[in-house]
């Protein structure tokens, strides 16, 4: 997918009808260039992360999201909250494109404040701020489950920003909400329609919504060996790669975190090197 395709429904006029209707209450985030990475990059990197978790991928952002992601599951039916994901509309800043640093995270904060890792399939990243705490900054994902290729253009509706109120508050989402759980209401006030694209859906799967730990700086060999998973070309490469990533960063945290078994149960994934284990579900994922 690129960035081009959607360029025209960026502007799209209130008389458009979209395929998909935008629900009542759902999690919203905005897409862009991430730690000098491309949106284009992202999302081929994230399907494959998706369909080597048997629709399983996270999500990184960089804002918290509280209790409101559990609230809302609370309230909607069957549990189920949907997450849209929908380009930025604005430029992407330097800062995203050009990192001084960019982090690797390799686990998350339970229920109890406890560090457990992330499954190995899964790649999240960030930029760091160079010189400040070693590079780390509160970091944050949604974990999210996907049947559909996140790769492929498809109209599933369109967000007009005017409606979406965050969920607890109802007040009007800031301008640097990124991402948040929102109501959309049915009218808005009196003001020009903003309209955003959405470019594929997932649902919240576990606790849909956790604080990272356990950044790692991605540099040297590291960095190397990262940019070589990313160009992956089948769900077996991305599955070694990752695991070999993962590997390697582990070595350079001292003390080692304390490791839990995440699932219930595990599918093997047998390579022409070795096995993996690929979770296909997370209910261990809960959160903090």
Request: glycine letters at 8%; hydrophobic letters at 35%; proline letters at 5%.
């Amino acid at each position: 997918m690129h960035l081009s395709d959607l360029r025209p429904a960026l502007n799209a006029t209130s008389q458009e009808v979209a395929h998909e209707s935008i629900p009542s209450v759902f999690c919203w985030t905005k897409m862009g260039t991430e730690a000098g990475q491309s949106l284009d990059l992202i999302l081929r990197r994230k399907e494959l992360e998706r369909r080597s978790g048997q629709g399983l991928f996270a999500w990184g952002i960089g804002n918290s999201l509280g209790v409101a992601a559990t609230l809302a599951r609370q309230e909607a039916r069957s549990n189920e909250v949907e997450v849209l994901f929908t380009p930025m509309r604005s430029a992407a800043k330097h800062v995203d494109v050009s990192p001084t640093q960019v982090l690797l995270w390799l686990g998350y904060h339970n229920e109890v404040g406890v560090e457990t890792r992330l499954p190995s399939h899964m790649v999240i990243t960030s930029r760091g701020n160079h010189g400040r705490d070693g590079g780390r900054r509160s970091h944050y994902a949604l974990l999210c489950e996907g049947r559909r290729d996140i790769t492929i253009p498809a109209n599933l509706g369109v967000i007009n920003a005017n409606r979406a109120k965050n969920f607890a508050s109802l007040n009007p989402l800031g301008a640097s909400q990124v991402t948040a759980v929102v109501r959309y209401q049915s009218t808005c006030d009196e003001l020009p329609e903003k309209h955003y694209p959405v470019t594929f859906r997932a649902k919240l799967h576990g606790a849909g919504f956790v604080r990272l730990a356990s950044p790692v700086v991605l540099e040297g060999d590291l960095a190397n060996l990262y940019h070589k998973v990313c160009k992956s070309e089948t769900v077996e490469e991305w599955l070694e790669g990752t695991a070999i990533l993962r590997q390697k960063a582990e070595e350079t945290q001292t003390p080692q975190s304390p490791q839990k078994k995440l699932f219930s149960e595990v599918l093997v994934r047998k390579t022409r090197h070795k096995e993996y284990v690929v979770p296909p579900s997370m209910p261990g994922l809960v959160a903090a």
